[in-house]
């Protein structure tokens, strides 16, 4: 069986991806990236036209036969429902936390990753002249006042977010409160939250994944 690609930039949102895959214990064939790729990797256009990572690569003969890409996913909450499927990672429908665990999944990005985004856009990726303190700012005070939607699940001193056990709800959240500490915005954090984080990223999966971005 042909290995999934995983098309990945250090720290970005695909390392939501490739934790999920040392979680699950998948073999992946890493294409590790420069960040922005729009800027540094004008070749990965050809395999995403969006231009943004994570890239995830795999074979669908049954429904792309004859195409060399297969089937392309450029979400990461979603490639994690793909890469944690079968898996205890996965909160399946006849749980009780299926439609919480979903909800966190789209929270992720929709609703947590976002502000963040704009923060890196206006403190890394613009030139000196384009950069907006303000709005810096601002959408550091936005995430933190969706932050507290975490505290508030952690606060009855549950240990992970859905299910009783550590699942993709947890890689998902768990990267958007990683890259706040990156950016300096972890002091928005509540306790319960920073403790649940500290959990999280001293798990084996969280450690080889970063690892194995060092490479580029």
Known sequence: MTRPLLYHCADARSLRCLWAVEEAGIDVDLRLLKFPPRAFEPGYRAVNPLMTVPGWVEACPER????????????????????????????????????DARNWLHRSDATLTFPLAIMIRYTRVEPGERRLPQAVNDYKAFFGGRAKSIEAALGDGREWLVAGRFTIADIAIAYAAFLATTLGADDVLGDATKAWLERCTARDGFKRARARQQDV
Do not use: F, K
């Open 64 to 99: 792309l036969q004859g195409s060399r890409r297969g089937r392309l996913m450029t979400e990461s909450a979603a490639i994690c429902e793909r890469i944690a499927e079968g898996t205890p990672l996965e909160v399946r429908r006849g749980e009780s936390d299926y439609w």
